[in-house]
C-alpha cells in the first residue's frame, strides 16, 4: 500500500510553511535545511512536495546516492505526479545521448544507483509516456541493452515498429533515422540473442532491410551543405559530382549517429547469423565476400537437381549472397571510375573513367593486299631508321563478351588491378543471379523492392557491363536512360566544363561505331569536341608519351578504361573519327573526300598511322588523280607534306592534285596540251612553302579546328 492509504497528509499550509523555511535556509544553512525537510517526512511521510524538496536539493547538490534514494521512493510511492515524469525524463534523456558534461554524467550516476528492476520498471513506464516514435524506439533500446532479456518479449515489435513509421512517412530512401535504429541498433540484439527463434521468412526479411540500408548507406552521394535531411531527397539517391563539406547528418539523428562504421563487415555479420539460424546448405561462416560468392556457384551446380520447397530455400540462399557480392563488387569499380559520385570521397582532381572499344588497331586494321608495291619513295623515307610498331595481319575478332581485354594506363590507374577485380567479380555474380530462372526471378524482385532502376551509379555499372558484353544496342538504351536520371543537381558547376555530359556521348559514340552505324558516332564524337579545349602540345612529340611502352596488339574486341579528360578525350574522338572514315576511304569506291580526312587525322600520333598513309598514298597513286581543297587548311606534317609535293614530280607518278582552293576552275582556265600550267605549278609550290611554315603549330589545336569548321561536311561524308 502507498504511503497516503496509511497516513493522513499534513494540512496544505502546514505543508507550505515547511517547504518556504527549508528553502530559506539552502542557501545559508544547507544542513539545517535539511533538518527541516527530515523532520517535516517523518511528520508527514505521505506528503509529496517535501519528498520531492528533499530530492531537490539533493540533485541539486549532486549527491548521487541520497538523490536517487529519494527518486526511488518517489516513483515507488508517487507513481502518478507529473513532476516525477519530467525529472524521469531527464535522466533518461541523458542515458540516451552523447553529452559528457558534469550535471549528465551526475543523472546517469543517479540512475546507476536505482536497484535493477526498478530500472527495467522506469525504462518501461517511461517508454509509455512517450508519443514520439523516434524517442520511444531510443527508450525502448535503452531497455533492450541494459536488460538482455526483455529482447525477447520487445525485440520483434520494436523493430516492426520502426519499419512500420518508416512506412507512415513515406521517406523516398532507406538511409533514415528508423532504419538505421533497426538495422544497427535493434537488429543486432534481435540476431545476437539465442533464445529469439524467428521464421525464415521474417530472417530473409530483416536481412534484406539491412542490405539495403547498407548499400544505399555507402553509396549515398554528396550534397550541396553535405547534410542528408531525410524525406527531402530529389531524384537520384547517387547525386551527380557538386560537393560540399564531408558532414552527413540523417534528419532525427545527430551527426555522431549518423556514422556507420565498416558497413560491408556488419553486413558479412548479419548474414553469417542468417545463414545459422537458417541452416543453410554448406554454410561455414564465410569471412569474405569472394569466398561467399565460391560458396554459391558450388551450390549452383545442384539447382537443376532440386525442386518444391528444396529448390526455394536454396535460391533464396544463393540470391541473397550472390546479390551481396554483386552490388559490393559493382560499388567498388564504380567508386574507382566515378567517385565524385559518392559521399567522403577526396576526389576533386579525378574525374571520371569511361570505358570504350579500344583503338589500338585504327592505324593497322586495314588489310594491304599481298604483292602491291608501296610507293617506293615514301617507303624509303619512312623506314629509314624507324621500326613499324603495329602490324595489321588479322583482322579476326573475338566473340563479344568472352575474353575480352580491358586496358588502363596503369600509371594513370594506380588502384587499375582492384578496378578490374571488382568489375570482374561483378560480372560473374551478375551471370550467376541470371543463371536459372528461379534465380533470376527472384533477384528481380529484390531489385524493384530496392528501386535500383533509381540508382545512378547503378546504372553507370550496367551500362558499363552491357558494354563489355557486346550488346551495343542495349547499351545505348541504357545511357539514354542515364541521361534522363541528370538533374539541376548533378549538373557540373560553371567553368568545371561538361565531363558527365562528355562521358555518355563518348559512350554513345563508341556503341554507334560498334555497331557500324558511322554518322551517328561521328555525330556525337563531334559534339563532344565543340566542348573541349586542345591541351598544349611540345614540338616534335605525339599526343602520347614516347617513352610509354607501346601494348602489343590483341585480337578481337578489346576494351579500354580512358580518363575523361580533354588531354584523353579528344585524341580518342581523333582516333574513332579516323576509324569511321578509314573503312569508307578504302573502299573499291572513289571517295576523295574522305580519303582527305583520313589523310588530315592520320596527323595525330605520327608515325603511327605510317603503314596507313602509305596505303593511302597507294590508292591515290592508281587513281592518277587527288582532289581535296582542304588539304593547306589542316595538314601540317612535314612527312606528308613532302610526300605530296613528290607525288607531282615525273617520279612520282606525275598525280594530278587538287588540293588548292578553287583549284578545278583554274585548271580549266589556264589548260594548255601538256598539263597544268605554269601559274598553277607556282601557285602549289607557294602554298607548299607557306604549308611548311605551319609545321611546327600546335597538332591538336590544329585539328580541333578541323573538327570544328568542318563539322557539316565531315557528317555529310558519311553514309
Known sequence: MRQE??????????????????????????????????????????????????????????????????????????????????????????????????????????????????????????????????????????LLRRFPDSVVQHGVSLGESLLEAENVEDLDTPVNCFRKLFVCDVLPLIMNNLDMRLPPSLLYKYMHKAAEFYICYVTRGPSIDGQMQGGQEGGLKSPGVL???????????????????????????????????????????????????????????????????????????VVTCAALVF????????????????????????????????????????????????????????????EKTMSSDDEESAGKGRGRHILVNKTEMPAWTETLDSFRTARESWDLLHSHEALESEFNKMCAAWKTDT???????????????????????????????????????????????????????????????????????????????????????????????????????????????????????????????????FTDMRDDLALGHVVVLLQHDWPQGETLFLKAVDKICQQGSFQYENFFNYVTNIDMLEEFAYLRTNEGGRVQLELLPNQGMLIKHHTVTRGITKGVKEDFRLAMERQVSRCGENLLTVLHRFCINEKIILVQSLP
Not at 520498471?121 to 525502448?140: D, P, R, S, V, Y
Not at 520447397?309 to 536454396?314: G, V, Y
Request: glycine residues 6%.
Open 5 to 142: 492509504e496509511i497516513f493522513p497528509t499534513c494540512p496544505a499550509g502546514d505543508c507550505e510553511f515547511l517547504v518556504k523555511r527549508a528553502r530559506e535556509l539552502v542557501s545559508e544553512d544547507p544542513w539545517a535545511a535539511k533538518a527541516w525537510l527530515i523532520t517535516a517526512r517523518t511528520l508527514y511521510p505521505a506528503d509529496f512536495n517535501i519528498q520531492y524538496e528533499m530530492y531537490i536539493i539533493e540533485r541539486n547538490a549532486e549527491r548521487t546516492t541520497s538523490a536517487g534514494r529519494l527518486l526511488y521512493d518517489m516513483f515507488i510511492n508517487f507513481p502518478d505526479q507529473p513532476v516525477v515524469w519530467r525529472e524521469i525524463s531527464v535522466i533518461t534523456s541523458a542515458l540516451r545521448n552523447d553529452c559528457q558534461d558534469k550535471h549528465a554524467q551526475f543523472l546517469r550516476g543517479l540512475f546507476e544507483t536505482l536497484p535493477g528492476r526498478i530500472q527495467c520498471e522506469m525504462l518501461l513506464k517511461a517508454t509509455e509516456q512517450c508519443f514520439n516514435t523516434l524517442e520511444k524506439a531510443e527508450m525502448l533500446l535503452l
Open 243 to 317: 560537393r560540399g563539406a564531408q558532414r552527413y547528418v540523417i534528419d532525427g539523428l545527430s551527426e555522431k549517429s549518423s556514422v556507420v562504421s565498416e558497413p560491408w563487415e556488419r553486413l558479412l555479420d548479419i548474414l553469417a547469423v542468417v545463414g545459422a539460424r537458417c541452416e543453410w546448405q554448406g554454410d561455414k561462416g564465410s569471412r569474405s565476400y569472394m569466398e561467399l560468392l565460391q560458396r554459391v556457384k558450388e551450390l549452383c551446380r545442384y539447382l537443376p537437381s532440386l525442386e518444391g520447397d528444396t529448390l526455394a530455400r536454396c535460391c533464396s540462399q
Open 327 to 386: 552490388f559490393r563488387s559493382a560499388y567498388l569499380y564504380v567508386s574507382m571510375i566515378q567517385p565524385s559520385l559518392f559521399h567522403g570521397h577526396s576526389s576533386l582532381g579525378a574525374g571520371p573513367w569511361i570505358l570504350l572499344e579500344d583503338l589500338s588497331l585504327v592505324f593497322s586494321d586495314i588489310e594491304v593486299e599481298k604483292g602491291s608495291s608501296k610507293h617506293a619513295h615514301k617507303k624509303r623515307k619512312l623506314a629509314d631508321g624507324r
Open 455 to 585: 540508382w545512378l551509379w547503378f546504372r553507370i555499372f550496367l551500362t558499363d557491363m552491357i558494354i563489355y558484353q557486346g550488346q551495343y544496342r542495349k547499351a545505348l538504351s541504357s545511357l539514354l536512360q542515364m541521361a534522363s536520371f541528370q538533374s539541376p543537381a548533378c549538373q557540373t558547376p560553371p567553368g568545371g566544363g561538361s565531363l558527365e555530359n562528355h562521358r555518355a556521348l563518348i559512350q554513345q559514340a563508341s556503341c554507334h561505331y560498334a555497331l557500324g552505324e558511322h554518322r551517328l558516332s561521328c555525330e556525337k564524337l563531334l559534339e563532344v569536341v565543340g566542348g573541349l579545349v586542345p591541351q598544349t602540345q611540345e614540338l616534335g612529340k605525339s599526343s602520347e608519351d614516347p617513352a610509354k611502352p607501346r601494348l602489343k596488339p590483341r585480337k578481337g574486341n578489346d576494351l579500354r578504361l580512358l580518363p575523361c579528360t580533354s588531354k584523353a578525350i579528344l585524341p580518342y574522338c581523333l582516333q574513332l573519327m579516323l576509324a569511321c572514315f578509314k573503312l569508307r576511304a
